[in-house]
């Protein structure tokens, strides 16, 4: 074989290889990022109203630690999966008294449940029911894994009132967008 043909087809097979490699290290990398940061979740239900609709499609990712108000997704022993708002964290005490939230003792704002309370005003009804940590679950504290979780929609919400605190080790990840419907896309928290 004459040297320049020889000089062609390495070429060639080296190209090829160079794909190949790109592509084997491209298909590697979109299953870590579909396994770890961007994870697509479906929302059912109406309990997150006016932050989640549903038929919303959201991704959440599994490397950040948990903080007060994020959005999580949590898997219930019973096999239900769940998305709620985090509201009480491990070691604290969770209480609310004329639709404030009490975090050991002290007052913290929820801005995020403005939208929801609004159009409410004909109905005295509490948004959120007063109740305290120790009424529900028989507990003053959170445990050391434990996270208080509500949905934002409070009067149509199955969460942490009703079946207690989520551990840790059932948290699947934080959600972190909205994507679909496009008109619903937004960053959250």
Same mark, same amino acid.
């Given at each position: ?7 062609? &087809? ?11 490699? +790109? ?14 940061? &961007? ?12 932050? +989640? ?15 007060? @108000?994020?959005?999580? %997704? ?10 709620? =708002?985090?509201?009480? &964290? ?5 209480? !609310? ?10 007052? %913290?704002?929820?801005? @995020? ?13 509490? !948004?959120?029911?007063?109740?305290? +940590? ?20 409070? =009067? ?23 994507? !679909?419907?496009?008109? *619903?896309?937004?960053?959250? *928290?």
């Amino acid at each position: 074989m004459p040297p320049e043909k020889r000089a062609k &087809l390495t070429k060639v097979w080296g190209r090829f290889w160079l794909i190949v490699k +790109l592509t084997v290290v491209a298909i590697a990398l979109a299953f870590v990022i579909r396994g770890f940061l &961007l994870i697509p979740v479906p929302v059912v239900g109406n309990s997150m109203e006016n932050t +989640l609709s549903q038929g919303d499609m959201v991704t959440m990712e599994r490397i950040s630690s948990v903080d007060r @108000f994020d959005i999580i %997704v949590f898997q219930e022993p019973d096999g239900r999966i769940y998305i709620k =708002r985090v509201i009480g &964290l491990p070691g604290e005490s969770v209480s !609310y008294q004329n639709d404030q939230l009490l975090i050991d003792g002290e007052i %913290v704002a929820e801005d @995020f449940l403005t939208n929801n309370q609004q159009g409410d005003t004909a109905s005295n009804a509490p !948004y959120t029911t007063n109740f305290t +940590l120790e009424e529900l679950t028989g507990s003053t504290t959170l445990g050391t894994n434990q996270y208080f979780v509500l949905g934002d929609n409070r =009067r149509a919400s199955k969460d942490s009132r009703s079946f207690g605190a989520v551990s840790g080790d059932n948290i699947l990840g934080i959600v972190r967008l909205v994507y !679909y419907p496009i008109q *619903h896309f937004k960053w959250l *928290h």
